[in-house]
């Protein structure tokens, strides 16, 4: 543990050993101290071996299985909450992080004392196209990166509040984090980072993005190795982000369009050949749901925000390149 570091930086990896030399790399030119913890998730490329090798100064967390992204992480924030970091970072193994992304961080997080997470300027590898700046929730369920694909310009490149934070790129303060919990574990991979920025907003944490806190992320080059993961987690997990997060007077209109979405979303699916991983997806979703209409009542009752200012953290409108929930909404006369 580097004594002088306020923040540790958490990598889950699994099958990784490409791209972490990168990442790791990037963390040693920081501007500022950090302590680094990679969580081992059960690789069998050579990732540890690399890692005690070349990496002495990194802390490994050896898992003996795949425990995804969300347990993975929890097992690392764990480990530096317990050593007193007061914050916490997440960085996908396939980032790097600019010199001063720490220090930027830091900065925006110790400006004050109501953020719970600071978001960063996250961008494709080449730096030209953005990958998100912060996270976006519409109000038709459907969470997306804010910015991606568009590209990299000072339209994004201000000091905002957004709804939520990728957990590929953000830092996390340790105090919210005891307060709210940590990522929820069933989620395994994806919109577990969009279910904790719903608990942390609903508790009256907010979150920001740190425009200038840049990292460089190849999208995709841990799910694109494993065919229908994103299916599969996509219609496991979309629903439950609703069930838990989104408060009863949104529902009505919420739910609805959400519905519709899935069906699309479903349906693709099956003609895309994939109908196998999309069917378990939607019966892994439906089994957990009594499960998480428990946890919403624990998470529904600590909110403190009144419903004016829940329906300010959403988009209202479809994610950009909706295309065919565009045409469907229109043929259906949909607002």
């Known amino acids: 543990m580097n004594e002088n570091a306020r923040a540790a930086v958490i990598i889950p990896n699994w099958n990784g050993r490409e791209d972490l030399p990168g990442c790791l790399d990037s963390l040693r030119g920081q501007s500022v101290p950090v302590d680094v913890v990679v969580v081992e998730n059960g690789s069998t490329d050579g990732s540890l071996e690399m890692l005690r090798a070349s990496y002495p100064e990194v802390t490994v967390l050896v898992q003996p299985i795949n425990l995804g992204f969300a347990g993975g992480v929890n097992v690392g924030l764990r480990y530096a909450m317990h050593r007193g970091h007061p914050f916490v970072a997440l960085l996908n193994n396939d980032a790097v992080a600019a010199p001063t992304w720490m220090e930027e961080l830091l900065a925006e997080m110790e400006r004050d004392d109501s953020v719970g997470m600071v978001a960063s300027f996250f961008v494709t590898m080449d730096g030209e196209r ?150 378990k997806g939607a ?39 909706s295309t065919n929930l565009r045409r469907l909404r229109a043929f259906l006369g949909s607002s």
Not at 194 to 217: E, F, K
């Open 130 to 279: 953005i990958d998100s700046t912060g996270e976006c929730y519409s109000s038709w369920g459907l969470p997306f990166p804010r910015g991606r694909g568009e590209a990299r310009s000072d339209a994004y490149a201000e000091l905002v509040d957004v709804f939520g934070a990728s957990g590929g790129s953000t830092l996390y303060r340790s105090g919210m984090l005891r307060e709210v919990g940590l990522f929820d574990e069933d989620f395994f991979a994806y919109f577990e980072d969009v279910d904790l920025s719903w608990r942390a907003q609903l508790r009256g944490w907010r979150v920001r993005l740190a425009p200038r806190a840049v990292a460089y992320h190849r999208i995709g080059a841990t799910s694109e190795r494993i065919p229908g993961f994103t299916t599969y987690q996509t219609l496991k997990n979309l629903p439950w982000v609703l069930i838990k997060d989104v408060p009863r007077g949104l529902l009505p209109t919420v739910a609805p369009r959400l519905a519709l979405a899935y069906a699309l979303t479903f349906w693709r699916a099956v003609l895309g050949g994939q109908a196998g991983v999309a069917v």
């Open 283 to 321: 019966a892994v979703a439906a089994s957990k749901t009594p499960k998480k209409l428990r946890q919403r009542r624990a998470i529904q009752r600590s909110r403190r925000i009144d419903d004016a200012a829940v329906r300010s953290l959403l988009t209202w409108d479809l994610p950009p390149g």
